[in-house]
């Protein structure tokens, strides 16, 4: 009969994450947002005893800072309890949020069933069941390495065997790195990784899912469980991990976030006023948490198409009144910012036959997409005469750019904004 194992594969939890800039915006969302890490870290708990894993992997930043509160600390412990009453061991390596240094504090309290995997050198253990060997989990927790230094260096199938003393049926490796995505911590190649003969590697650091190959991973990054900013859109979780001889690995993703973040765009083209706007920004909220797994949601919202409502969204105070509006209508959606970016209805061919200014402007605009080369040749001098290197948004956006500016140019001379 095949060996088969099951496991979870999660991290980057940042328990006493702060929701920076939102305290600002409504004390009732920053508070709910403090309460959503660890509600996700129940959850998490909750899925391994739910689905009778046999292990559980924490692949770093278990908690956001060096120095986590007492509170902080109880609750992670009283999870990994949980885990033990339940008989799921629990493997953990350190991340760059929380160093491997300031986890001596917390190791005492750690139950039976929880090891911390050392960060100065790979380290190994061996899960067992019905007292034979299952698994090797091969590990090394995140450390700041001398240049050309691998995290990696040492961990591999045979360096597992060798170091255990057993042969299993599967070697896991679990790393916190920022593989090829993050050059400051703890970079290695993906190649290193796929030529180790480990049979999954459960990687930390990068916030969101990402798997090599992608259909039936051989490493993975499972993302943070819980979105902490608008910059962390989408469903986050943990991964389901299979793992049986003779057979693809198999990764199923398991939501664990209590609140999801969203960037949306609204068309409101067809909308006679502030109250229509509000009810179509509803709409794409509603449509956006359809096939979420919870119903909070935080969303930043564009305002797009073209619309005599331009004027109106670009009068001071128009768009907070409007956002207002919005959050007043739904509970448990928030929007944390309305932006503008609509387009006035203009007849530009119109503008073009009156030959005033807005002709000449719209000409310009016109030759600045025929000449592009020549602007980007004359704007790289221009940087370069300064020390500077251009960025490349202004090479990739430049063609976006110019009918953005075109628009503000024509407002301006309409009368109807000030520029942005």
């Known amino acids: 009969m095949a060996e088969k ?10 328990l006493g994450a702060p929701f920076r800039g939102l305290r600002a915006l409504s ?5 709910r947002l403090v309460d959503a890490i660890p509600e996700a870290y129940d959850r998490l708990i909750e899925t391994c005893i739910r689905r009778k894993v046999d292990f559980l992997l924490l692949a770093g930043d278990e908690f956001d800072t060096d120095k986590p509160s007492y509170a902080h600390q109880l609750h992670f412990i009283h999870g990994l309890q949980r885990l033990q009453s339940a008989g799921i061991p629990v493997y953990i390596v350190a991340g760059n949020h929380d160093p491997y240094a300031n986890w001596q504090q917390i190791l005492p309290s750690l139950p039976d069933n929880a090891q911390l995997m050392p960060s100065s050198e790979p380290g190994f253990a061996v ?3 019905d007292g034979k060997p299952a698994a090797i989990i ?3 927790g995140f450390t700041n390495l001398s240049a050309g230094e691998s995290i990696a260096e040492g961990i591999g199938r045979q360096e597992a065997i060798e170091a255990t003393g057993v042969e299993a049926p599967f070697v896991v490796g679990m790393l916190h790195t920022g593989l090829w995505m993050d050059p400051y911590k703890a970079p290695i190649s993906e190649e290193s990784l796929l030529g180790s003969g480990i049979d999954y590697w459960a990687l930390g650091h990068i916030h969101m899912r990402y798997a090599k190959p992608e259909d039936h991973p051989k490493l993975a990054f ?16 943990c991964l389901l991990v299979t793992l049986e001889e003779g057979m693809p690995n198999q990764v199923e993703f398991i939501s664990t976030a209590s609140v999801q973040w969203e960037i949306l ?5 067809e909308c006679a ?8 920004c509803v709409r794409a909220m509603f449509d956006a948490n359809a096939d979420a797994k919870c119903e909070e949601m935080v969303a930043r919202i564009t305002l797009t198409g073209t619309t005599p409502l331009h004027g109106y969204l670009r009068k001071p ?4 009144d409007l956002r207002n509006d919005l959050n007043a209508s739904y509970p448990t959606f928030f929007c944390d910012a309305l932006l503008d970016g609509t387009k006035a209805p203009l007849d530009k061919d119109a503008l073009r036959d009156e030959g005033l200014f807005p002709a000449s402007l719209l000409n310009v605009s016109e030759g600045m997409t025929v000449d592009s080369k020549d602007i980007l040749d004359y704007l790289t001098d221009e940087f370069a005469t300064r020390g500077l290197s251009m960025p490349r948004l202004v090479a990739h956006a430049y063609e976006e750019l110019i009918p953005d500016a075109e628009n503000i140019a024509l407002d301006l001379l309409e009368g109807e904004g000030d520029a942005q």
């Open 317 to 320: 105070g128009a768009l907070e």
């Open 273 to 280: 006023g502030a109250a229509s706007i509000v009810s179509a």
């Open 5 to 14: 194992i099951t496991f979870i594969h999660s991290g980057d939890l940042h």
């Open 265 to 269: 765009e609204v068309d409101i083209s």
């Open 138 to 140: 091969a590990a090394r």
């Open 127 to 129: 899960f067992r069941r």
């Open 27 to 31: 004390d009732r969302w920053a508070d």
């Open 222 to 237: 499972c993302g943070d469980i819980q979105g902490r900013d608008i910059h962390e859109t989408g469903d986050r979780g």
